[in-house]
């Protein structure tokens, strides 16, 4: 059994791909908002809200169970992509890596999107399961944005 994985997932949106965009990249302090049963808060701990290599810290709750997770971002405006990789918090406790990559692609015609969700992970041994769980919660948070952002 591989500790090295990849789980995907593809989210069909609402919103203009750029505003998605934008708001996953530089905007993640309207998350709570958006997401108010998932996200608690997103605080700032080093850098800024918009540059790329900021660390930020997640206050979140994933199947009941209230969490953390410090990350530092990575963006790529020129192919739509964010990336969060831990460096503290909850799912270190059972990963060595954890890295969650959004790439947002507008459609061909009309508004609207794709966001492709990727979960790269190693695990700390055999026994630890899949992050199916942290998935799920990311592809949750996304349609939570999406509908908020239609009503904005």
């Given at each position: ?48 809200w918009e540059t790329s290599g900021s660390v ?20 790529d405006k020129e192919n739509k992509t964010v ?39 190693e695990k700390k041994n055999d026994s630890i ?24």
């Open positions: 059994m591989s500790l090295v994985g990849k789980l995907e997932a593809d989210v069909e949106i609402k919103t203009p791909a750029e505003k998605f965009y934008n708001l996953l990249k530089s905007q993640n302090h309207h998350i709570p908002n958006a997401s108010s049963d998932k996200v608690h808060s997103i605080e700032v701990h080093e850098g800024d930020k810290l997640w206050k979140y709750t994933a199947e009941g169970n209230l969490e953390v997770f410090k990350e530092r971002v990575e963006a990336s969060f990789t831990a460096v503290e918090g909850h799912v270190l406790d059972l990963y060595k890596k954890y890295k969650v990559n959004f790439k947002v692609t507008p459609k061909t015609s009309g508004e609207g999107g794709l966001v492709k969700i990727t979960v790269e992970y399961p899949d992050p199916n769980k942290y998935l799920q919660f990311a592809i949750h948070v996304v349609q939570d944005i999406d509908a908020h952002l239609i009503k904005a």
